[in-house]
């Protein structure tokens, strides 16, 4: 009996300290839920989604939850979250996707799982870099009818214009449908016509840089006007820097999350992030990280020189297409029509800006931000 109660008060202390150490061990990243149960956060988060997880990460550090809709979404902000979001092989793209692809296209789950890698590895070939130059002419061609509706000057919001153009696409769609008919599981984003926007927009709000972009055409396509151009893959590749400067503006403004779902517990720093969380990736803030873009606010199309474009490669921490095996396939698509759109529209048109270059609107979390109010231009046909 004498000894039963030091004994009992080791056994219990030490039961005490295996929970204290297990609950440590599968302690979760700190959590934001709101009072409603299931509903949790969704109030808050959903008023301006971008703008919450840049507050969420200063309040709470470099990983945290938010519980919204009995789901769980936990993003990493930092370095080693980020590696695990990227290399991790107990992530995974494909159960991430699969439900949002079979509300906008319902596409099952059992097909998408059977198709989705063949599919992926087709697109990727078709629209890779090395490939994609017999898009060219197409593409030149259908810009040019397309720029003709705008008539020989006027004022216009550049969104509407940009939007316009691309809602009349279904030259493109058609397009795609005719080389690509495995883009068809896929519903076209706004991706493209809001960068164009972008870029548009931020080359007009820089003087300088639209002087440059104006005397490099003159010498490479010849003095500017309303010719009929054809633009070749030479010519292109001598137009960096309106490449760069759709780089820079994608850099700024990139896809709010890219995701991942959980498939076995992972720790990341001191926290345990159990399976089935989607783990989500900001590059719209990661692209805001002055450690990795010094000035990260500011539109610096030079920046891109360092970067390997021949060998297809971008800045290092450029994330706005994704990562890994299932990173964009049409990324150099989009990169050659928005390149072609802004030569001919430069080409043909003598354009400035009426209103200054708008901020873009938080609300938008998937996907290209949008601009929070319009941005009128003028133009008048070259003669
Ligand atoms: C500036 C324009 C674009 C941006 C910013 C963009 C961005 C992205 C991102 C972030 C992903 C997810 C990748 C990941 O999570 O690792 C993605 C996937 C995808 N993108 Fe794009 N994209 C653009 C244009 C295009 C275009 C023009 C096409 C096709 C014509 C396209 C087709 C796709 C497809 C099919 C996927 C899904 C890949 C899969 O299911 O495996 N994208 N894109």
Redesign the pocket.
């Known amino acids: 009996m004498e000894l039963f109660f030091p004994t009992m008060s080791i056994i219990l202390g030490c039961v005490a300290l295996l929970l204290l150490l297990q609950w440590k061990n599968f302690r979760g990243p700190p959590c934001i839920g709101g009072w409603i149960p299931w509903i949790g956060a969704a109030f808050e988060f959903g008023k301006a989604p971008l703008e919450f997880i840049e507050k969420a990460r200063i309040k709470y550090g470099p990983i945290f939850t938010v519980f919204i809709m009995g789901k769980r979404m936990t993003f990493v902000t930092e370095e080693v979250g980020i590696d695990v979001f990227l290399r991790s092989k107990k992530v995974d793209?494909e159960l991430a996707?699969q439900t949002p692809i079979y509300r906008t296209v319902s596409v099952p789950g059992n097909i998408f799982f059977a198709l989705?890698e063949k599919l992926?590895i087709m697109?990727k070939g078709k629209?890779g870099a090395l490939n994609l130059y017999h898009f060219n002419e197409q593409l030149t061609e259908e810009l040019h009818r397309q720029l003709e509706k705008l008539g020989s000057h006027g004022t216009t919001d550049l969104n509407n214009l940009v939007r316009s153009w691309s809602q009349s696409k279904k030259w493109l769609l058609a397009l795609?449908e005719e080389n690509l008919p495995e883009?068809r599981l896929?519903k076209p984003?706004k991706?493209?016509p809001m960068?164009a926007f972008w870029t548009l927009a931020f080359i007009l709000s820089h003087p300088e840089v639209h002087k440059t972009i104006m005397e490099d055409m003159v010498s490479v396509l010849g003095p500017a006007g309303k010719e009929k151009i054809k633009i070749s893959e030479d010519d292109l590749k001598k137009l960096m820097l309106i490449k760069w400067c759709i780089l820079e503006t994608?850099r700024l403004r990139a896809?709010g999350v890219?995701t991942r779902m959980v498939v076995e517990p992972i720790r990341i720093l001191n926290y345990t992030v159990p399976p089935g969380d989607l783990l989500m990736l900001s590059p719209f803030w990661l692209h805001r990280n002055p450690e990795y873009f010094p000035e990260p606010d500011s539109f610096k199309p030079e920046r891109w020189k360092k970067a390997n474009l021949e060998k297809h490669a971008f800045l290092d921490n450029f994330l706005?297409?994704?990562?890994?095996k299932?990173?964009?396939?049409?990324?150099w698509?989009?990169l050659l029509e928005i390149q072609i759109c802004i030569i001919l529209i430069f080409y043909k048109y003598d354009c400035h800006l009426l209103d200054p270059l708008p901020k873009q609107s938080f609300l938008h979390l998937v996907g290209?931000p949008h601009p929070e109010r319009q941005c009128r231009i003028e133009y008048r046909q070259r003669k």
């Open positions: 793209f996707v989705h992926y697109m629209m795609l883009t896929y984003t991706d493209n960068i994608i896809p890219i706005a297409f994704g990562y890994g299932y990173q964009c396939p049409g990324r698509l989009a290209v």
